[in-house]
């Protein structure tokens, strides 16, 4: 039974249709990837799904419940949490406040001390415990990325989608990334993720999903979706050979 199902999704900004019929499908505990060269339409289809855009046709049926209609606080109501390509943090709070902050779209809300102790939890959880009291504006852009993931397991998400969250880490960050995504995959959770970091593909994801200029061109397990001949020439050209 698919946790997440798209089916005909489009969204066009002008004359420009930037995902073009999108058809997938994501079981409960799998980790998918999202892939495809630049400007090919990823960003558009997480924020269709996060409800951040609307759809021009199609749908998008989360755990039974039709979103695609839904503004972005229902759908996060209803389990799906996300992180942005560029960070959005709420700067002049603190990083446990702006974890608390991601406790109010969800259907528990936590409040004093019970919701600072969580926010505690999820700090340390993604390696920023010590900058709790520390103003989100003031954290380097990686710390920010770590916060915002804190802030989007604060919903408690049943689907967390991820864009682009592993981008731009050096080689040892990039390590415990990926333990930290394995992490939650190990607890049962459910990603979608957008990503260019291959090793990073490769580590995570049971199937991905590749999108060139808006359409789906390959889906299916990681590896062979990789090796596929027209997959690469999507990524790097006709004359990679
Ligand atoms: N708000 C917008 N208004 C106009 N065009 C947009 C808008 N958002 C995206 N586009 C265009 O839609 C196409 C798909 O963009 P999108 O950001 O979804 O691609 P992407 O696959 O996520 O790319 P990248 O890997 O570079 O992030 C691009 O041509 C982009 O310029």
Known sequence: MSMLKIKGLQ???GGLRAV????????????????GPNGSGKTTAMNLISGALRPNAGEIIFDSHRIDCLPPHRIARLGVARTFQLVKVLGSMSCSENVQAGMAFRPQHAFGAAAREEALMLLERVGLRHRAHVAASDLTYIDQ??????????????LL????WLAGLNPSELREGIALILDLRAQGLTVVLVEHVMDAVRALCDRCIVMSAGIKLAEGKT??????????????GVDHA
């Open 223 to 236: 590896n062979a979706v990789l090796a596929r001949e027209d997959v690469i020439t999507a990524y790097l």
């Open 20 to 35: 073009d019929g999108l058809d997938f499908e994501v079981s409960r505990g799998e980790v998918v990837g999202l892939l």
């Open 145 to 158: 990325k770590r916060l915002e993931l804190a802030r989007a397991l604060a919903l408690r998400p049943q």
């Open 11 to 13: 969204k066009s900004f």
């Open 161 to 164: 989608l991820l864009d682009e």
